[in-house]
């Protein structure tokens, strides 16, 4: 998909007219990257982690999940290394004061050549700014933003200081006194707790390796430059796995677990294409390979999960600092080691996105004789927040009742809706934009042979079927 900002604006209009995603603390005129999910988009975003969840919890016998805490003792991150290395680099307009990411104003310059046509160009941007940036070479990076004569998109001018890099963890006190309260963080990301735990889930749940620990989790960075709706934002969800492995064997799972993750985003019912891997150009302290999958937003292809090649970093660095072993003994070899990590990340707010962003669909469904459209979301059936509208076609003649009869029935096995203000043209029009799959109207014929008509949302195709029938059909598509 090219770089479509039209579409991207018409998603986030949708997702607060529809009860998806809100600025935070709006009626205080918000908070910068800081969103809340309302009824629609908790749902939405709750029934992806359950997915995932399931995926990786239920249907792997090795892998289990914690919820560990999101204040961690301070040490962890000194071990983890977030405390000298987890910054990014970044330069400000000494005229308008603004402070940018390098990379995001090199990469806007290297959109801009794509929207020109000049691929060439963007692809040497890019391929410039991958090397300095793996050489951490701050003056070739201001070097690089000068020669293509960047400029602030406040001051529209060129000055720029030089390249400094900033820490993005953010600190609290913890303490009921200021004055004996401790400095800690909020974590950055959620990895630290499973890796902290390890030996307390290996050895409580009898864990064999290879066996993995996966955690659903708020994490907090202080991004100088977050942008593009819940993309990038300050507070956000991860859904990480870690996979604990025998030293020497990380290469074969590393591509295991890079096929299984694209498994998992293709049932998610994208095309193929609209997804690819992208290789680091570097590598973070603790990797030893690592890749991200990217999907083709309306912003252009950026990353919703990354899989890395940890190898024993953390647990080893954990040992040094606690002084505590965080080595497991192989019986099938004999053997004491300190056990290699494939991890999985991926970004809940970000899937959520890209879920919107898959299932949102403008249609033209005008005739010779009427001019009509709709807006529509056409999510998975197991992702939909709603997965039955029930709506009786009028508010009398025992209508309501037998619709009540309907909902009640379906209501424990999936979550149901019902409406019965408005014409049922209106009602299924609020169906489709808020993604509900299916919508049963009990109409006069209901009365006489215990039947409704089903309507589907992606073809608006109806059909006539007995009460008794609708749980069955809806919890088919459900499930795939």
Not at 119 to 132: E, R
Not at 226 to 245: G, H, K, L, S, T
Request: one cysteine or more.
């Amino acid at each position: 998909m090219a770089n479509d900002t039209n579409r991207f604006q018409a998603i986030i209009s949708h997702c607060k007219e529809y009860g998806f995603i809100f600025p935070s603390s709006e009626i205080y005129d918000g908070l910068s990257a800081v969103y809340d999910y309302g009824q629609n988009g908790s749902e939405l975003k709750k029934n992806i982690k359950d997915y995932w969840w399931k995926s990786m919890t239920q249907l792997n016998e090795n892998i289990v999940g914690i919820d560990a805490a999101i204040f961690m003792h301070p040490t962890t991150w000194k071990a983890s290394g977030h405390v000298d290395n987890f910054s990014d680099p970044m330069i400000d307009n000494k005229d308008s004061k603004k402070r940018y990411r390098v990379d995001h104003l090199i990469e806007a310059r290297i959109e801009e050549l794509e929207k020109k046509g000049d691929k060439a160009g963007a692809d040497a941007l890019q391929q410039a700014m991958d090397s300095l940036l793996a050489a951490s070479d701050f003056a070739g990076l201001k070097k690089l933003i000068e020669d293509q004569k960047i400029k602030c998109s406040v001051s529209d001018t060129g000055n720029w200081t030089e390249v400094r890099q900033f820490n993005l963890m953010f600190s609290t006190q913890l303490g009921s006194v200021s004055e004996e309260a401790s400095e800690i963080y909020l974590r950055p990301e959620t990895a630290q707790g499973i890796f902290v735990n390890f030996l307390n889930v290996q050895k409580t749940g009898r864990m064999k390796i290879p066996f993995g620990i996966a955690q659903i989790g708020k994490a907090f960075r202080n991004e100088i430059v977050a942008r593009q709706f819940i993309f990038r934002m300050r507070e956000f969800e991860q859904m990480e796995m870690q996979f604990f492995i025998r030293p020497g064997t990380q290469k074969e799972w590393y591509e295991h677990w890079k096929n299984e993750r694209m498994k998992w985003h293709l049932s998610l019912g994208i095309p193929k294409e609209k997804y690819r891997f992208h290789d680091h150009v570097k590598l973070a302290h603790y990797a030893d390979a690592a890749c991200d999958i990217e999907y083709d937003f309306p912003i252009g292809f950026k990353e919703v999960e990354g899989i890395h090649s940890r190898t024993d970093f953390d647990l080893k660095s954990h040992q040094e600092y606690s002084k505590k072993k965080m080595q497991y003994f192989d019986s099938e070899i004999n053997q004491n080691y300190i056990p290699y990590v494939i991890e999985t990340s991926i970004g809940l707010d970000r899937t959520v996105l890209m879920v919107l962003s898959e299932a949102y669909f403008e249609e033209d469904l005008s005739t010779p004789e009427k001019q009509d459209s709709r807006v529509v979301l056409k999510f998975p059936p197991r992702l939909a927040p709603i997965k039955l509208a029930v709506l009786p076609l009028t508010k009398k003649d025992g209508l309501p009742e037998i619709a009540r009869e309907v909902m009640d029935a379906c209501k424990s096995q999936f979550r149901c809706f019902y409406e019965e203000k408005d014409a049922i043209g209106k009602r299924y029009r609020r169906m489709d934009a808020i993604g509900t799959p299916f919508c049963v109207t009990v109409d006069h014929q209901t009365k006489e042979d215990q039947t409704v008509t089903i309507r589907y949302r992606d073809t608006m195709q109806q059909e006539r079927v007995p009460i008794a029938d609708i749980s069955r059909i809806v919890s088919r598509q459900i499930e795939g």
